[in-house]
């Protein structure tokens, strides 16, 4: 096993929206945040398997501007404030991503990046390591290293990578032949049956100077923006050069392309969680093949995920159907069409919907809000600040704001005034005046 001093460097990629994940995942709290799988949200997962060979500070997540609040957010509530966050300005792939981490890199040449998508779920952590481990000595020999999934059964939503003659003495990774975007059902089947080939994982390891030689070589107009961003990497340098990058995978641009590609083949426990279906897949069914998570009853359905949040749901009679309910949006659809639900995400954001940004309650460091009711003039919420934590100091010049305290005790700024307010008890906030709310005490505010 290659020791914590190696010169592994992890760089997680988090800009991905989960559209498929809709209504739970929104533009501002998209997947890679989610609690689906545990406590830890799936980037917190992701970062830990990590870990044991990586350490934070030789880790960077690469995720678009507009998701950093979420983000942070993620990383203060484990205490990994010191990971690096590389802002894209806008989603161009995984090759602008992976070049703009390589990059950052640039002068540490022969560093080994090790590419994790944030989303994933792998269950074999030994054996994760035990790939990292292999992964690295290929991509010092000047491999670009990909990680491919022994198939478990014909699947039509995965890319396929076929494996050539063999690249090391002990016959554990290949030469990548070709890789096969998502087959249909006999083409996949012939691939199970055949072997030598394996699911594209998405992940990958590479020697810094390896991946942007190779980006120079077959992406030679995502370089030189790359270059002008070595070069400067002010805001608004970095998003005029953004602007002119294709919007190319990694895989696309280069890995089908180059010659020194090496695939290792894995069995991990490994899903994409790529739709609600995944999901359905990862949890133990019923004696009707139903999952169940939250508050629901069900009589007499069959092979069906039901997922709420908050409100009790009864289903009856359904068959192969995914229910997602959560407090301001529900999803119903058949289980065969849930790779559609993005399309759904891109009407409703067509329409305007706010439904597709945020939830109605939001996390923030200091706890969080939710939005109980609004109207023309008018917006109700309940907030909740945590043990020993405070709003911003804030000032709004065409709004009052009235406190109510329903439980605990606030310490309120408000102008020049600085005062506690228990519960039962209200403050009225003028417009244009200085106001902030905070929690002193060992209680929720």
Same mark, same amino acid.
């Given at each position: 096993?290659?020791?914590?001093?190696?010169?592994?460097?992890?760089?997680?990629?988090?800009?991905?929206?989960?559209?498929?994940?809709?209504?739970?995942?929104?533009?501002?709290?998209?997947?890679?945040?989610?609690?689906?799988?545990?406590?830890?949200?799936?980037?917190?997962?992701?970062?830990?398997?990590?870990?044991?060979?990586?350490?934070?500070?030789?880790?960077?997540?690469?995720?678009?501007?507009?998701?950093?609040?979420?983000?942070?957010?993620?990383?203060?509530?484990?205490?990994?404030?010191?990971?690096?966050?590389?802002?894209?300005?806008?989603?161009?792939?995984?090759?602008?991503?992976?070049?703009?981490?390589?990059?950052?890199?640039?002068?540490?040449?022969?560093?080994?990046?090790?590419?994790?998508?944030?989303?994933?779920?792998?269950?074999?952590? /030994?054996?994760?390591? %035990?790939?990292?481990?292999?992964?690295?000595? @290929? *991509?010092? !020999?000047?491999?670009? $290293? =990909?990680? +491919?999934?022994?198939?478990?059964?014909?699947?039509?939503?995965?890319?396929?990578?076929?494996?050539?003659?063999?690249?090391?003495?002990?016959?554990? /990774?290949?030469?990548? %032949?070709?890789?096969?975007?998502?087959?249909? @059902? *006999?083409? !996949?089947?012939?691939? $199970? =049956?055949? +072997?030598?080939?394996?699911?594209?994982?998405?992940?990958?390891?590479?020697?810094?100077?390896?991946?942007?030689?190779?980006?120079?070589?077959?992406?030679?107009?995502?370089?030189?923006?790359?270059?002008?961003?070595?070069?400067?990497?002010?805001?608004?340098?970095?998003?005029?050069?953004?602007?002119?990058?294709?919007?190319?995978?990694?895989?696309?641009?280069?890995?089908?392309?180059?010659?020194?590609?090496?695939?290792?083949?894995?069995?991990?426990?490994?899903?994409?969680?790529?739709?609600?279906?995944?999901?359905?897949?990862?949890?133990?069914?019923?004696?009707?093949?139903?999952?169940?998570?939250?508050?629901?009853?069900?009589?007499?359905?069959?092979?069906?995920?039901?997922?709420?949040?908050?409100?009790?749901?009864?289903?009856?009679?359904?068959?192969?159907?995914?229910?997602?309910?959560?407090?301001?949006?529900?999803?119903?659809?058949?289980?065969?069409?849930?790779?559609?639900?993005?399309?759904?995400?891109?009407?409703?954001?067509?329409?305007?919907?706010?439904?597709?940004?945020?939830?109605?309650?939001?996390?923030?460091?200091?706890?969080?809000?939710?939005?109980?009711?609004?109207?023309?003039?008018?917006?109700?919420?309940?907030?909740?600040?945590?043990?020993?934590?405070?709003?911003?100091?804030?000032?709004?010049?065409?709004?009052?704001?009235?406190?109510?305290?329903?439980?605990?005790?606030?310490?309120?700024?408000?102008?020049?005034?600085?005062?506690?307010?228990?519960?039962?008890?209200?403050?009225?906030?003028?417009?244009?005046?200085?106001?902030?709310?905070?929690?002193?005490?060992?209680?929720?505010?």
């Amino acid at each position: 096993m290659i020791s914590q001093d190696n010169q592994l460097f992890g760089v997680i990629l988090a800009g991905g929206s989960g559209t498929r994940f809709w209504p739970l995942s929104r533009s501002q709290y998209p997947k890679q945040v989610l609690h689906l799988l545990g406590s830890d949200s799936m980037l917190q997962a992701t970062m830990g398997r990590l870990l044991p060979m990586i350490p934070l500070d030789q880790m960077a997540i690469v995720t678009n501007a507009s998701q950093e609040p979420a983000i942070r957010l993620e990383l203060y509530r484990k205490g990994w404030e010191g990971v690096q966050l590389w802002l894209e300005p806008q989603g161009k792939n995984t090759a602008a991503a992976v070049g703009l981490a390589a990059i950052r890199l640039q002068d540490q040449p022969d560093r080994i990046m090790a590419v994790f998508p944030a989303d994933h779920h792998i269950e074999d952590q /030994a054996g994760l390591l %035990a790939a990292l481990d292999q992964g690295a000595k @290929l *991509a010092q !020999a000047g491999y670009l $290293v =990909t990680f +491919g999934i022994l198939p478990t059964r014909p699947e039509t939503g995965y890319g396929y990578i076929k494996a050539a003659e063999p690249v090391d003495i002990d016959q554990r /990774a290949f030469k990548c %032949a070709r890789f096969i975007e998502k087959p249909d @059902l *006999a083409r !996949a089947q012939s691939f $199970v =049956t055949e +072997g030598d080939y394996y699911w594209n994982s998405g992940m990958f390891m590479f020697r810094v100077d390896t991946i942007l030689q190779a980006l120079a070589r077959y992406v030679p107009e995502l370089y030189g923006g790359l270059r002008l961003l070595a070069e400067n990497n002010q805001p608004t340098v970095l998003a005029e050069v953004y602007q002119t990058f294709p919007h190319l995978s990694l895989d696309h641009g280069v890995l089908e392309q180059a010659e020194n590609v090496a695939v290792v083949p894995v069995d991990l426990g490994w899903s994409d969680v790529g739709t609600w279906r995944a999901v359905q897949e990862l949890f133990p069914a019923d004696a009707r093949g139903n999952v169940i998570l939250g508050r629901a009853l069900d009589r007499d359905s069959r092979d069906c995920l039901i997922y709420t949040q908050e409100r009790l749901v009864a289903t009856l009679g359904l068959d192969q159907v995914m229910v997602v309910d959560t407090p301001d949006a529900t999803l119903v659809c058949h289980r065969d069409r849930v790779q559609e639900v993005k399309d759904l995400v891109d009407e409703l954001n067509h329409q305007n919907c706010a439904e597709t940004q945020e939830h109605r309650t939001v996390k923030r460091p200091w706890g969080q809000y939710t939005v109980m009711d609004e109207g023309l003039g008018y917006k109700v919420k309940q907030i909740v600040v945590d043990p020993g934590k405070r709003l911003s100091l804030q000032l709004h010049h065409h709004r009052a704001e009235h406190w109510v305290v329903v439980q605990g005790i606030a310490q309120v700024t408000i102008g020049q005034e600085y005062k506690p307010v228990a519960a039962n008890e209200s403050v009225f906030v003028p417009p244009k005046t200085p106001h902030r709310l905070e929690n002193l005490t060992a209680e929720p505010l």
